[in-house]
């Protein structure tokens, strides 16, 4: 091992536009996009919605339908590097997450089709595929914008005794952390379409909110080529699904506002563990939806809890089993 000085290095745009339905994702990726400069492709799984703005940029579109699995995007991908494109949108990422046939829709099929309704079990499958396209987008030599929708985040809170909804802010609809990934993310709104940034590592969008148009593409760009010129690298292997560890890493993955929340799963476990009661740590495990989540609580048990609390979603899955076939 050594240490070098560290230096930035040129670089691939990985930037993600969220915002509410009519905020202008598309309309300011394509605008990004023309500043950028070189061939773009669009992934258009808005039913065609990128056509209608045509007239901003030069652009080649590829019209995504159903099932949105991770496969079909990674296939995309593939194609508009194939086809030597420049910079690639993925309009919008939201459909591999929630979309038809996308991670939480395929979840809930294997889940029934395989694993007798043990969602616990069907997200040790999907994680991978959906960490595959992942690993895709942030491998790829083209530049990359994704869109993603967001929706109003709310949450149950008590004031002066009293309990109220309170808004939180907005909040993508993909999976809690995915915006960790990208070097920006621009959050957009309705008026004016002004981006306010969330993340930023490029400094570029300190400050107020600004307005998206072609400029900003040309600046982004200026500043991904002024650092070091990056050395040729071996060409590496193909993603392969059934090759990555769905355990690697997966606490860093973990959104930090739902760290508390794993500790107090792990602190609920490891009572029900105790007290020896099944039933609790059954439906605990059921509980805990993200892949990730369910990986770092794991983690945290010990050895002879971890198989306690396998005999007990066994001893459910055969319990609900038995109840099914009498009814």
Known sequence: MQFTKATRKQAKLRLALTGPSGSGKTYSALLMASGIGGKIAVVDTERSSASLYSHLAEFDALDLDPPYTPERFIEAVRAAEKAGYSVLILDSITHEWSGIGGCLELVDDIARSKYKGNSWSAWNDITPRHRAFLDVLMQSPLHIIATMRSKTETAQVEENGRKRVAKLGM?????????????????????????????????????????????????????????????????????????????????????????DMITQYVDRLKDACTREDGIAAAELTGEIVDADEKVAVWKHLESSERSFIKKAIAAAGASRESAEAQA
Do not use: C
Not at 186 to 203: C, E, I, M, N
Not at 214 to 241: F, H, M, Y
């Open 171 to 259: 909040k993508s609809e993909q999976r809690d952390g995915t915006e960790y990934e990208f070097t920006v993310v621009l959050d957009l709104v309705h008026d004016g379409h002004y981006a306010t940034a969330s993340k930023d590592r490029t400094g570029l969008f300190s400050g107020d909110p600004k307005p998206i148009t072609a400029e900003t593409g040309k600046t982004i760009v200026a500043w991904l080529n002024s650092g070091e010129q990056l050395r040729p690298e071996p060409p590496k292997e193909e993603s392969d699904p059934g090759k990555i560890t769905p355990t690697a890493g997966a606490m860093d993955r973990v959104a930090p506002d739902r760290v």
